[in-house]
């Protein structure tokens, strides 16, 4: 199939022509187009024709992160000078703020060095929960330079409890600020890029099928590049739009930045020469690796005469590592439990008021030491384990070539009105912090299993045992009730051969968000 055959075939679910214009755009030149593309993938290649790829993700994400940062350290300066000083002192004749205002540039050029501006672009699920330790760095760096460059000069004398309070607020207001900046930035249509997948089997199938799960990659799916069509998956929409060797004419045809490779028919060497062409003309090449389901994030690359290597980790969970997670866990859920109190009685009797029966369900499941019962808010009417065969059959993971080892009934009718609110936001799953705080469960691990999801586990997959089932994990962030059983614990063996403290860490700072997005749970 030639190009200019891929771009007149008709595509079935395009857009109507009002909608997805750029801001004065008439709709009639919509439809004086012929191409598979739909329209956000032509308002996509009409942005960038207008504005050049120079102004494309890392432009727009650049500056909208100098911006935050630079608020943030503006509003806790001026916050630890008022609270320190008082208002009185006059803060902008403060030689101080002269000092602090003639530091910004320094700041910034540190927040380079530490690599804060430049991951957005390349890493499609970079977010603030990564860059925690970066900002720790730069705030932690950057204030002692200024404090001893101040006293050096003789420009300022910075108290050291003013220095504390502004070191304190820098952590968070930077934080607030990139993650206020990073959900601005995803609304606008500069951020998104025209993807195409080299690869049009099971393995770049799907990952067509997560980048439309997750619309805050900011990935628009063009198409598939291969020799010949794929096995067809029900429900996929993904078309073939061309070979290999015609990939770079696509490229410049579509206005495509990011280019995942997966597996394809074609020759290795071919396609590593138009790899490289590719990235001379500033496209992202994205490599799917071959044995992708042992490699985690964050595995090391070592080579051999430059022939790079991945290392994986061994099978072992020093006893040191289990006791940090347990310290934490016992932390966490202790002091969140003395604080949730009041909302929980809240909870309790609004439970209550809607329905009879107890407040609190309890459940078998499986975990590293064995069967231990699971705490939750009760969302569901009573009798609601009786009624589950009546509704079997709309469960969503037995549809659509689904695995029916998984139940999960979107808008299930069994669910109470105040159930339904706690479950959208995940409130009914606060009870286990007791199940921590009882060295059942953690605050981060594998997804605590049924006895019947748990026959279906075999040989490696057993070895998510190795650590207690989290409240939150992988398996949460990635999709919660929507991914697949193997899926869920090909996430779970991932967890747990690379656990880290900071990626517990990490964890939980990402599922805020997640929980904040309402659940069609």
């Not at 395009?14 to 909608?19: C, N």
């Not at 720790?136 to 001893?148: A, E, P, Q």
């Not at 028919?265 to 799917?288: A, K």
Request: aromatic fraction near 8%.
């Amino acid at each position: 199939m030639s190009v200019s055959d891929a771009f007149t075939r008709p595509w079935p679910d395009a857009a109507p022509d009002d909608e997805l214009l750029l801001p004065g755009e008439p709709p009639a030149s919509r439809s004086q187009r012929e191409s598979p593309a739909d329209e956000r993938t032509w308002q996509i290649v009409d942005r960038r024709r207008a504005v050049g790829r120079a102004k494309d993700r890392g432009w727009l994400m650049r500056r909208a992160l100098l911006i935050a940062d630079t608020l943030g350290l503006v509003m806790s300066f001026a916050v630890a000078e008022v609270v320190t000083a008082g208002a009185s002192t006059g803060l902008i004749t403060n030689p101080e703020t002269l000092a602090f205002v003639l530091s910004l540039p320094f700041w910034v050029v540190v927040a380079k060095l530490y690599g804060l501006y430049d991951h957005d672009e390349a890493r499609t699920d970079h977010s603030t929960a990564d860059d925690v330790v970066g900002v720790f760095h730069l705030v932690t760096v950057g204030s002692w330079i200024v404090f001893v460059s101040s006293w050096i000069i003789g420009l300022a004398r910075p108290e050291l409890m003013k220095l504390a309070l502004f070191w304190l607020l820098a952590n968070l207001t930077i934080g607030v600020a990139r993650a206020a900046a990073r959900a601005l930035c995803r609304r606008q249509i500069g951020y998104l890029q025209n993807t195409v997948i080299v690869g049009a089997g099971d393995v770049g199938r799907a990952i067509a099928r997560k980048i439309r799960q997750h619309p805050e990659y900011g990935l628009n799916v063009v198409g598939l590049i291969d020799e010949h069509e794929g096995r067809d998956t029900p429900g996929d929409r993904t078309q073939l739009i061309g070979s290999v060797d015609e990939l770079p004419d696509i490229v410049d045809e579509l206005a495509v930045e990011r280019v995942i490779v997966a597996y394809c028919n074609g020759s290795s060497e071919s396609l590593v020469e138009v790899m490289r062409e590719l990235t001379m003309r500033h496209v992202q090449v994205d490599i799917v690796p071959r044995f992708f389901e042992l490699i985690s994030p964050g595995l090391g690359i070592h080579t051999v005469e430059g022939l790079p290597l991945i290392g994986l980790p061994l099978a072992r969970l020093p006893r040191s590592s289990r006791i940090l997670k347990r310290c934490l866990d016992m932390t966490i859920s202790a002091a969140a439990l003395m604080v949730l109190w009041l909302p929980f009685l809240a909870i309790a009797i609004l439970i209550k008021l809607e329905t009879d029966g107890p407040v609190l369900f309890r459940q078998s499941r499986i975990g590293s030491r064995g069967t231990f019962r699971i705490w939750k808010f009760r969302t569901m009417v009573v009798d609601a384990d009786a009624r589950k065969e009546e509704y079997a059959h709309l469960n969503r993971h037995a549809q659509l070539g689904g695995d029916p080892r998984m139940f999960k009934i979107p808008d299930d009718p069994r669910v109470t009105r105040v159930g339904r609110w706690l479950r959208r936001h995940s409130v009914d799953e606060l009870p286990q912090l007791v199940n921590v705080l009882r060295g059942e469960m953690s605050l981060v691990g594998p997804r605590p299993l049924i006895p019947e999801e748990d026959r279906h586990v075999r040989s490696w997959g057993r070895r998510r045992l190795e650590l207690k089932p989290g409240i939150t994990g992988l398996w949460q962030v990635t999709g919660r009730s929507d991914i697949p059983f193997e899926e869920m614990l090909k996430l779970d063996y991932l967890y747990v051969s690379r656990w880290s403290l900071f990626g517990d860490i990490r964890l939980m700072l990402k599922t805020l968000p997640v929980l904040l997005r309402p659940s069609t749970g």
